[in-house]
């Protein structure tokens, strides 16, 4: 093998030639050699026969057009360097007795991995009609990117997959996420050269700076410097040795190079260097373990480089194909229509000799069947690529304990958020290696600081004098704070994934950062439902806080509740939204939304002292119903109102409130119905959406034909999607954030969006014809009011003290 | 100065001590130092007094808490480093006559970029009230994170600001799309270590891989190793120096280091180092435009070590506050109930002598006035700031010369966008240093590859053999490509924000992971439109192809409309989405927007073949309307319709139209209108939107009393959102992607969503009672026809024939 290069010019750092490689040695013996290059040759047949071939599966006759799929849809490119990658581990696995997982990046290389799972025995035994025999290769390769049969990707009908690989950037913390906590694991994860130009996942090569050698298993990265992506070549792969060398040390990792193209010394380059990953990983690990001293090493990881298209013809018609972006999807997607390339085509396949790999009836021979590990050993088998087969329901408190007691209604001022934190505290602590709180930098500045006392921030990096001094950092800490949210994210993704439970909490407007993701985690889990097999994982549950109304110092850039918007056009099947709205309700859902199973739930509350509403038992069951109406604050008692307070959120619940008791004073004779939606989905008819009321029920809490004042937290618009189809939908009048806003006091801010209280009692009056005169006069006073509070607010920068400190005058009524 | 540090312990890398740095030298003698420190003090006495003043701003009276703001805002954390920064570059900008721009990273320390505008004299230039006198101080301070004043970011407000740093990630991909096509700028960035945490910064230091040194201009980063978040250590502070060395050195940059606390022998290590980056940009510079041979180098970069909050009391009451997250917002926030803290405050204000730096008046005195660059050169003056100032009008062709010619309505089958391809290729030649086209690896797979013929993809890596085989890069090229939305996003935003044009391509489903970044760019342009001295920029042009309808093989991860629904929740100011129904209006709305300033317009169109409707005349007339009735696709001539078909989405004005073939075939009858929607934002109330129509043009096409089958591109509910209130409104029964698919051909997907020909004309007779019997049997029908193509397409994997190639069979009637 030659030395590993230097900073060098461009052709000695092509994909092409005899291995190159940090790690030297030969560990295959000649007959090892022989029998895994018959099982690469086998994966490539494979991977080839799924891209083309809807019948004559082992080439036992001539090939022909009438064999191929009428449409050719797949990716080839990364298939051989990620089977490569996959089939050197089974050898380790088998020596050291390895528990491990294969994490795909390249997702869209699945016929790789599919190529794989089927090799091992696993894919026949989930789906027994896709059995090891000739019969079963066809429907194998058929099914495969065909119209009901699989995807393209390592989607959730993938045996051992957790990352289907279809939006690029998560593998690397999907993979840190899965290896948190499960000490024993090897998330072995193949990272693309395309992947790695993302953002998300170019910094979440930082997460050795989260990862407890002692606690946590370990994720063996392996960079496919594949050298292109869809029509470009990729930047990692056109840098020098130099530069790319210091940038993963420099991201705390020590990377092992295997470059090349000629498949005898790459494969012992790979095998040589996977074991030195393997040994180092260990012995980093029982450092620790028996030291009981945990730290941060360089872990290991491998670069390897290796020809796009690896095995393809290098040219077609004088075109480069393999090593060039040509190889991406289908390499030769013409023929059907030009014979010469289905001639190409099937000496390309018969060059992989399948008569030597496959017996008469299409079974792998037993030589090579035997390279494979058995049972769970294989990654294809890994429970914690089924995540749920682990999960343990989370051993919770009894959240009525941390009931906020003695409310009266509208008129307790308490800390809702930070209450709520005693029982996240005491979740952390009764589950200190199932559960884990994830977010990025704002833990403390969302009021839920009080976890640390279980369990505190995990810090492998080092550590100053200052960090004693309320810093809450440690190296067995619970909670994951990294100033990203992809990485948090893609973190508590795969922890979940991989059968266990967590929370995310976010500052509200930040989270669009992750839309993305969440909505291909919503698709996963909705997949997972159509897959038999998959059993179900904990909810991903995002816990949003320091809310639109409450951006004061910020102003606009951090005014956004957009993303109820995002999650809505989900199906129904898998997202929940909760908009709390106040401390007893936020324990309730929170309690119900970390029970749950194969959800995104959403959780809106603000993180500041809120007045409160219910008692626990009213919480309790108001939650439960997801809606309804608050007697208390309501004078319609036994008899039509004239006008429905409706609300959602719990700024929003404040306000309507404080308008409610303005009409009150202001037109007393008015009957006024005040209602709260805890549960967003109740909103929507039951047709389309499980939690949905019958047009009866919404009648019942909001009448058909009077005028709802409906205050919204978010965007007004979802109010009226939701309800478009309601009886009396017209009178419905929604009030939210309206994109309106800047350097403002709370007050000012709801004025700009007319969800102030002044505005919403104007509003109910304008809307109630039967006050005849009075109606003006009571809107004069309330403008009048409204200016008044304006203008004290804009001298002296902080709202009128009747303002902050407003309470519901009529708590005696309660 | 001490050397360099090695890989070293903990302490030795705090920020504390005299000064290390990479570059040695003391440029500054006894004078400079003395006034280069006392315009830092005079810079740190400001953001002080914008963080607690609204009297007293000169503390000519010993500070009392009536001279305390009511509510305290902002953040002091970063104001030291980033002053510290800008004003040492002034001595540079003097020397060598620099072109120079100031991007604040953490743009929360806004307090500092603020001080050092109006240290410089243009604050008061722009806001006159904010006058360099005491009572203009006054007003300066009270303004700031004040109800009515001014944000606490480097917001529109901001002299010279086109990065705002609310959100964090961007300012790296910004300041290289302010320097690309402007070759003599640098922009000096300051990168917080926080938001160096965020995956699209992480990957945005790669954009030195698009750089051209011969025509474009420099960005010189400096890392702000500042230690803290708002709660938390940062990574890039507490890993090894050599591991942060070899981190940017492998990013491909040469970083140096200033690191320390120690006044004097900062300000030395900062002038020395600066003036090191510059000289190096220059000689890197012109070495490139000498030899006329570009190359990559390793730019230079600073790496800042000091301590958060610097030059704060480093404890208070026993409690770290310099150097501990602490510092990061109001240090002090209890002094208006503390008297201690009070006096604290007073003496740390008064350490900085302000009696030396302002006159009696309130005037920064001569000796520091002088060492500001004057007029354009000041960072907060430079026109690119306000890049409205150097736009200049696109040089166009006329967009008719592209035509797709000889039209006949629903038969001709042709390459919408590889057509429109041509248009952007002329208008890449006809503005060579001022427009770019931008795309995360698509532009090819987009068919927009026209576009290489006029400019090739920049590429400043490493060539290979390969790339001359249609690879299509350049190191002089005019697309850039680079497989991260965010930073193909950041570098467009850049690129318009100071002065010039570009459109983004990108697929449909990942344009979601740039949700939050076109949410803030929305923000804003909206916020822009406010400030009156800020001259309109181009509009943030994205084009979405590779859309939700033709994802046959990518499958359910790649489907995903809903980018519509964030960007239509935006102010109606700033945003306008387009879906052109075919290649003719394709070529029309593109014109438009690339013509208009100020706005995120969205556009999406597929890019496969498609049927075309229009001819260019009609097509204008149709896009200038932005919806109307299709003549000759109804048969309701003269009369009220029995139903309308309306469409919005060139794949769904397909099927629509095919349905209105089946409905004439079957049910000859039924009077229908079809109706294409090409503006979205016209469904809108023109009171709630300047494109909206009036209830009364609603009522003339759509009617008020006939059934609407709406068949929309996108989430249904977004037509139901935006057109609850339209007459007629519960008519209207919208079709759209249900989040529904799989591994579909378009049939089956259409099916599954019932946006299918068959499910649509189904629909249409369903609500048309007129039609009797008639009605069941041609139900029947259609549900055959359904079932009989769905099976040919399982069967297949390919759609019929008679489906893909259809045709609208009264095109002799148009």
Known sequence: ????????????????????????????????????????????????????????????????????????????????????????????????????????????????????????????????????????????????????????????ETPGSIHEGGELGYSISHAFGSVFDHPNLISLTMVGDGEAETGPLATSWHSTKFLNPITDGAVLPVLHLNGYKINNPTILARISHTELEALFIGYGWTPYFVEGSDMPSMHQAMAATLEKCVLEIRAIQKQARDSKKAFRPRWPMIILRSPKGWSAPRKVDGQHLEGFWRAHQIPLPGVASNPEHLQILEKWMRSYRPEELFDKQGKLIPELKELAPVGNARMSANPVGNGGLLRKPLNMPDFRKYALADIVPGVSNLPSMSNMAGFLRDIVAKNMTNFRVFGPDETESNKLGKVYEAGKKVWMGEYFEEDTDGGNLAMEGRVMEMLSEHTCEGWMEGYILSGRHGILNSYEPFIHVIDSMVNQHCKWIEKCLEVPWRVQTASLNILLTATVWRQDHNGFTHQDPGFLDVVANKSPEVVRIYLPPDGNCLLSVTAHCLSSVNYVNVIVADKQDHLQFLGMDEAIEHCTKGLGIWNWASNDQGEDPDVVMATCGDVPTHESLAATALLRELVPSLKVRFVNVVDLFKLIDHEDHPHGITDREWTAIFTDNRPVIFNFHSYPWLIHRLTYKRPGQKNIHVRGYKEKGNIDTPLELAIRNQTDRFSLAMDAIDRCPSLGNNASWAREQLLNMQIKAKIEAFENGIDPENIRKWVWPYSKTA
Chains 1, 2 share one sequence.
Not at 91 to 101: N, T
């Open 1 to 156: 093998m030659a030395p590993p290069p230097e900073e060098v010019a461009v052709e000695s750092i092509s994909s092409y030639g005899v291995a190159r490689s940090t790690v030297a040695g030969e560990p295959l013996n000649a007959e090892d050699l022989r029998k895994i290059d018959a099982y690469f040759r086998a994966s490539m047949y494979l991977c080839l026969g799924m891209l083309y071939l809807r019948e004559n599966p082992l080439l036992k006759q001539p090939l022909t057009k009438e064999h191929l799929k009428a449409r050719l849809l797949g990716h080839w490119g990364s298939d051989a360097g990620q089977a490569f990658t996959w089939m050197h581990f089974n050898r380790l696995i088998k020596k050291y007795e390895l528990d491990a997982l294969f994490i795909s990046g390249p997702g869209h290389g699945a016929p790789a991995i599919l190529s794989q799972s089927y090799m091992e025995g696993v894919y026949s035994e989930v789906y027994p009609d896709k059995s090891e025999d000739e019969d079963g290769m066809k429907r194998f390769f058929k099914q495969f990117s065909f119209p009901g049969g699989i995807g393209s990707h390592a989607t959730p």
